[in-house]
């Protein structure tokens, strides 16, 4: 494993709000995983200079973690049909925030107005669905600590999947209830077409 350099500490405490903390995710090119599944720690991501949610939502926290927040991880489950989306909440003067590294045009920055971390999950829910229009948002984990982990796992050479097998077993909350879910109106056709755009291309 290789620690930060001081060099490289230096260059992320210029980050020093989350918006900039999002605008280093946004610079990030995104990892398609082509040659197989990644969970890079912060160290390997900044330094490779690519991620999907999982990374950027770690090196997001690692990144608010230097300037005093908790360095915090929630993940958004979905259904079978549809990818799970993680990001990094936050919270400043008692409300809710989080960063979020995404390919899509949407599922993005949330500033923090949020009263708890429900609000928060809620805020992607209507724009959560599949190229059909189907609504897939399910779940929303309670915030898993990462300052439970060894003091390594910034810098670990290898893939972080215990952090991600940590999330899976965190506590996940309902949505809504099935009844409710059964009568979910589908997006529309300007909002499927809204949500095909990508930043990013293999």
């Known amino acids: 494993m290789t620690p930060f350099t001081k060099k490289e500490i230096a260059t ?10 999002q605008d280093l995710l946004n610079s990030l090119k995104y990892n ?6 990644t969970v890079k720690s912060p160290a ?3 330094r490779t200079k690519n991620a999907h949610c999982f990374e950027g939502a770690l090196l997001g ?30 919270k400043k003067n008692g409300l809710w925030g ?4 995404t390919n899509h045009a949407v599922l993005r920055y949330r500033d923090p107005v949020y009263k708890n971390i429900r609000e928060l999950a809620m805020s992607y829910f209507h724009e959560y669905f599949t190229d059909n229009g189907k609504k897939t948002l399910r779940q929303y984990s ?10 390594s796992w910034p810098f670990d050479e290898g893939d972080l999947w215990g952090i991600d097998e940590e999330l899976d ?17 589908y997006a529309d056709k300007l909002e499927r077409e809204i949500g095909k755009f990508l930043e990013w291309k293999k």
Do not use: W
Not at 12 to 21: D, E, G, M, R, S
Not at 62 to 90: N, R, W
Not at 169 to 185: E, L, M
């Open 98 to 101: 989080a960063l979020s590294k």
């Open 32 to 37: 398609f995983c082509e040659k197989g599944d």
């Open 44 to 46: 390997n991501t900044f």
């Open 169 to 185: 077993k965190v506590k996940h909350f309902d949505i809504a209830p099935k009844k409710t879910i059964k009568k979910f109106r």
């Open 12 to 21: 992320l405490k210029k980050y020093n709000t989350p918006a900039k903390v």
């Open 142 to 151: 309670e915030p898993l600590d990462l300052a439970i982990f060894e003091s």
């Open 61 to 90: 926290a690692y990144t608010l973690s230097l300037q005093g927040h908790k360095p915090l991880l929630m993940c958004l489950k979905a259904t079978e049909d549809d990818l799970d989306h993680v990001i990094a909440p936050f």
